[in-house]
Nanobody, 124 residues
Framework: QVQLVESGGGLVQAGGSLRLSCAAS????????MGWFRQAPGKEREFVAF????????SIADSVTGRFTISRDNAKSTVYLYMNILKSEDTAVYYC?????????????????WGQGTQVTVSL
């Protein structure tokens, strides 16, 4: 069992930056690949970013590439999402997720554990 807790969300002006954190507890964090997803009101959940267990490989969604980056610190059992040049369309609840399975990294059903989410609101 893995527990995930996101933090760092909030209200930010367009063009600003935020850093989201996802702290894990329970089983060995480094044995899980991690992903970030988001869901805006009235929209489906959307893949944002992925990082392998070692942190050696990352993948960023086309919609945020060049603005968002993902990293992890296995010693701190934490994964981060750095969000820059935020736009109003980035407004959503952001979730981190952990998996040991393989499969499409964009597919939410390949992840085993989810956090409760943190709200990000970007104002114009």
């Amino acid at each position: 069992q893995v527990q995930l807790v996101e933090s760092g969300g909030g209200l930010v002006q367009a063009g600003g930056s935020l850093r989201l954190s996802c702290a894990a507890s329970g089983r060995t964090f480094s044995s899980y690949a991690m992903g970030w997803f988001r869901q805006a009101p009235g929209k489906e959940r959307e893949f944002v970013a992925f990082i392998t267990r070692s942190g050696g490989t990352t993948s960023i969604a086309d919609s945020v590439t060049g603005r968002f980056t993902i990293s992890r610190d296995n010693a701190k059992s934490t994964v981060y999402l750095y969000m820059n040049i935020l736009k109003s369309e980035d407004t959503a609840v952001y979730y981190c997720a952990a998996r040991q399975r393989t499969g499409a990294i964009q597919a939410g059903d390949t992840y085993d554990y989810w956090g409760q989410g943190t709200q990000v609101t970007v104002s114009l």
